[in-house]
Nanobody, 123 residues
C-alpha cells in the first residue's frame, strides 16, 4: 500500500500562482510515475500532468502546458505541481496519484490517490 498526503492549494486571483505537494509513504519503493488530476464541479476527473520516476518524461494536458510544471523529489517521495498564470477555469479539486509503471494520462491506470485539495481561482 502507498499512502498519499497532499498539501497546498487555496484561493488565488487570476494570474496568480500556487504550489501543490503530495508526499508518498508506505511501499514507496514500488512507486513509478506520479501524476496530478483535477475535477471541477459537475465534470469528470481529468489528467493534468505526470512525471516518470527519473523525471525524464513529463506529459501535460494541453490546457496547462506552459503554465504548470510538475517535478518530484525521490529522496522525499514527493511530487509537486507549480501552477502559474492561473485562470478561473483551473478551479477544481486537485488529486495526486501514483502507479507502478511509466506515466499514463488515463485515470484508471493509477492505483493510489491522494485526498484531494481545493484550488479556487477568482476572476
Amino acid at each position: 500500500q502507498v499512502q498519499l498526503v497532499q498539501s497546498g492549494g487555496g484561493l488565488v486571483q487570476a494570474g496568480g500562482s500556487l504550489r501543490l505537494s503530495c508526499a508518498a509513504s508506505g511501499r514507496t519503493f514500488s512507486t513509478g510515475a506520479m501524476a496530478w488530476f483535477r475535477q471541477a464541479p459537475g465534470k469528470e476527473r481529468e489528467f493534468v500532468a505526470a512525471i516518470s520516476r527519473s523525471g525524464g518524461s513529463t506529459p501535460y494536458a494541453d490546457s496547462v502546458k506552459g503554465r504548470f510544471t510538475i517535478s518530484r523529489d525521490n529522496a522525499k517521495n514527493t511530487v509537486f505541481l507549480q501552477m502559474n498564470t492561473l485562470k478561473p477555469e483551473d478551479t477544481a479539486v486537485y488529486y495526486c496519484a501514483v502507479r507502478g509503471g511509466p506515466p499514463r494520462v488515463e485515470r484508471r491506470e493509477y492505483e493510489y490517490w491522494g485526498q484531494g485539495t481545493q484550488v479556487t481561482v477568482s476572476s
